[in-house]
């Protein structure tokens, strides 16, 4: 018996070995070299054009079959005759009511964005069940092609991105502080970086690069996403800002900053402001050093708007270089809600999007003027990045996603409120005095 399995047995192993050596050798003609030179074949762009053709099929095939307002009713309903009218039909006019007065603009900038039309990805809209037979066949198609195709290959590719990072990082580091050291560094960060780019197939267009950050200066940028990072650093060299993490983060961290000087602050380091003002400061003081990317928001935000700018990285006194990103959320949902979603999830996500595309616009360096504090300064750059990557400009602090409202704004509203009552109650006192006296 085991002399009949044994051919069989060999013919597996050798088929399973074919398609792992044909499935490598593609990914590395293909796409790991194309990104260790920093060129590309355009097939990513052919794909977006692709994608855009289906989703214009998709929103016909929507509007064929438009969902009334009768047919959402009808949906919360239980089935069975019904009447034309039920009682229970007024709590979707009172959710829709509350859903208004509760979707304030600070809220719903920590949600998802809402899209104008559907983009055949299950978890982009919920209104959209069933509409006719082959939009979910088309649907269907999707979901194949995501997760059979797209998410094992991007997968293949990100380990291999993270593993060559944390490999070749460690080597250069061996070399002696000089030109050569940095000159390795900056090449292994780039390809690296390209190369987990491609892993979430990443159409990034990047706009006046005559603008990109310098050595001795500071680049911040709105945040949308924890891949923000990898969108930047795959068209330049930065130093990296973080407070140092455990497991396999740390293992990464750890292989960087052998190559290249990236500032990690310990736990107990984060909320001491001055040395983080002064280790930062030293490191902008060095034009040899890499220039350092920051997010000011602190948290992430849904790509609708840029919120408050923490001001510690204003008040150093060096050359800002402002920039500005920008998704179209048609292809993936680039926003992180970390209040929902564990980092593992999220990734997943994206991987199994159908595309990640993005716009950058590096704008002029910026400094501060004569006069100008930090909050100045930091509100003054926020609203160039609004402006040119076309987000609302909002002066709330993104730390509102976790935090509640501090006590010190609720007792100047209550303070506000009391004035207007004992105003109010003045005016009531006079018209009581004044009406006495006249009868």
Request: proline content about 3%; overall charge positive; some cysteine.
């Amino acid at each position: 018996m085991e002399s009949y399995l044994f051919p069989f047995d060999s013919l597996i192993c050798m088929l399973l070995g074919i398609s792992f050596t044909v499935w490598f050798t593609l990914l590395l003609v293909f796409i790991i070299v194309p990104a260790i030179f920093g060129v590309s074949f355009g097939i990513r762009r052919l794909y977006m054009k692709s994608l855009i053709k289906l989703f214009e099929v998709s929103e016909l095939m929507l509007k064929m079959h438009p969902v009334s307002l009768e047919q959402e009713i009808h949906e919360m309903r239980r089935g069975g005759a019904e009447p034309e009218f039920d009682m229970s039909d007024i709590f979707y006019f009172c959710r829709r009511g509350v859903e208004s007065i509760v979707d304030d603009e600070v809220t719903k900038r920590f949600t998802a964005e809402e899209l104008e039309s559907w983009n055949l990805l299950t978890r982009s809209n919920y209104n959209f069940h069933h509409i006719s037979t082959r939009l979910t066949a088309l649907w269907g198609v999707g979901v194949l092609i995501r997760y059979g195709f797209l998410l094992p290959l991007r997968v293949t590719l990100a380990f291999t991105g993270v593993g060559l990072l944390v490999v070749l990082t460690s080597v250069v580091g061996l070399f002696p502080n000089g030109r050569m050291k940095n000159y390795l560094s900056d090449k292994v960060h780039l390809m690296c970086y390209r190369i987990c780019v491609r892993s979430l197939t990443a159409i990034i267009t990047y706009h006046d690069s005559e603008n990109k950050p310098k050595n001795g200066g500071i680049c911040v940028a709105n945040h949308t996403s924890p891949i923000d990072v990898i969108i930047l650093a795959s068209d330049g060299c930065y130093a990296m800002v973080g407070q140092v993490h455990g497991g396999l983060m740390g293992v990464i961290q750890r292989a960087m900053v052998k190559a290249c000087p990236h500032i990690w602050f310990e736990r107990s380091e984060v909320k001491d402001r001055h040395l983080v003002a002064k280790r930062l400061s030293d490191h902008v003081a060095d034009t040899s050093k890499l220039p350092i990317l920051i997010f000011p928001e602190g948290t992430c935000i849904n790509n609708t708007s840029v919120m408050m700018f923490k001001k510690g990285s204003f008040e150093i006194g060096s050359t800002v270089y402002p920039v500005a990103i920008k998704y179209d959320p048609r292809f993936g949902e680039a926003f992180w809600n970390s209040s929902k979603f564990g980092m593992v999830n999220y990734l997943l996500h994206m991987m199994s999007s159908w595309a990640i595309v993005c716009s950058v616009w590096y704008l002029p360096p910026m400094s501060r003027m004569e006069g100008e504090d930090a909050v100045q300064f930091a509100n003054r750059v926020k609203a160039a990045i609004a402006r040119k990557g076309g987000l609302a400009d909002l002066l709330w602090d993104g730390g509102l996603k976790r935090g509640k409202v501090k006590e010190v704004f609720k007792e100047e509203q209550q303070k506000l409120y009391s004035k207007v009552l004992v105003g109010m109650c003045c005016l009531f006192f006079f018209f009581c005095i004044h009406f006495f006296f006249l009868n």
